[in-house]
C-alpha cells in the first residue's frame, strides 16, 4: 500500500528528512528525503509555503512544553477524560 | 519532555523511514543461473537447488538499513534480522518458527513499521492529552464530531439521532447554567421529515 501520485506520506517525515539540521541527522541515520523508499516513491515532497524547517522548530518546542509525562504503568490505563463542566 | 524522549521520539520516527528501506531478495539467483550454462547435471541441481531455496527462502537484505534500524530501536541486531524473515504460527501443540519468502517478509517488515509508528502515535496523544488536561476547570471548549447526518435524503435516522444529541447537550448546558431564560422553544424542532 502506497500513496498515490502527489500525495505526501505523514508530514513529521518531511519534517525530520528536510527540516532537522544536518548535524542532528547524524546522530538518528537520517539523510534527504529522496534516501528513504516510503518517500520518493510519489515524486512529491514539497507543501507550497511550508517550510520544514520552521514546521521542525515549531514541533521541537511543543514536545518540549510538554512538561508533565505519564509514567510508564499511566499509559496503558485508561485515558483520563473530561467530564462535563461542574455548575457554576 | 526531556532530551531523552524527545531522543527517543525522533529515533522511532528514523528508524520507520529505514524499514522501509529493507527489502528482500531471494539469495543464489545468479549463482544457479551460471550453473545452469555448465550443463543438464547441473541444471538438474540447480532446479532441485532452486525448490529447495524457494523453501528455506534464504533471504538477502541491505544489512546496513536493519543494523541501523536495531541500533535506533535499541533490539539485538540478529534477533531483528531473523524476526523479519520468519513468522511463529501458533497451532494447538506447540509454535513453530516458519521462514517467509522476499514478498511476505516485505509484507510483515512493512507492518512491524505501521506498527512502531502507531504505537509511538498513540503514545504522543496521550502525552498530549496528559498535559491539556486540569484537575480543576469551570469550563471546556471540546469538539463534537458525528458521522453520517448530512446525507438527509437518505439517513433520517441519523438526522434524528443527531438533533436528538443536540437537543439533551443544550437541555443540559442551559438547565445547569440556570441562566433564567426559558429555552425549551428552541428545540421544538419536528424531527424525522
Known sequence: MRQTKGERNYHIFYNVTNGMPPAEQAKFHLHRWDYFDYLNTTGCHIVDGVSEEHEFTGFRVRLCTCTRSLSRTETHTKMPLPGLPPPL | ?193
Open chain 2, 1 to 193: 519532555m526531556s532530551e531523552d524522549i524527545i531522543d527517543g521520539i525522533f529515533s522511532i520516527v528514523s528508524s520507520v523511514l529505514h524499514l522501509g528501506n529493507v527489502h528482500f531478495v531471494p539469495d543464489g539467483d545468479k549463482a544457479n543461473y551460471r550453473d545452469a550454462r555448465a550443463g543438464m547435471y547441473s541444471l538438474l541441481f540447480t532446479l532441485s537447488f532452486h525448490l529447495l531455496y524457494n523453501v528455506l527462502t534464504m533471504l538477502v537484505f541491505p544489512e546496513e538499513s536493519v543494523a541501523i534500524v536495531a541500533d535506533l530501536m535499541g533490539l539485538d541486531p540478529e534477533r531483528l534480522k531473523w524476526g523479519l524473515k520468519n513468522k511463529k504460527i501458533k497451532t494447538m501443540r506447540e509454535v513453530i518458527d516458519k521462514p517467509l519468502n522476499a514478498e511476505q517478509a516485505k509484507d510483515q517488515t512493512d507492518a512491524f513499521a505501521k506498527h512502531a509508528y502507531a504505537t509511538l502515535f498513540d503514545w504522543t496523544v496521550q502525552q498530549l492529552n496528559a498535559n491539556m488536561i486540569s484537575e480543576t476547570f469551570k469550563s471546556f471548549i471540546g469538539v463534537l464530531d458525528i458521522f453520517g447526518f448530512e446525507v438527509f435524503e437518505v439517513c433520517h435516522r441519523h438526522r434524528h439521532r443527531h438533533r436528538h444529541c443536540r437537543h439533551r447537550h443544550h437541555r443540559h448546558h442551559y438547565d445547569e447554567c440556570n441562566c433564567g431564560i426559558d429555552t425549551s422553544h428552541f428545540f421544538d424542532i419536528p424531527i424525522g421529515q
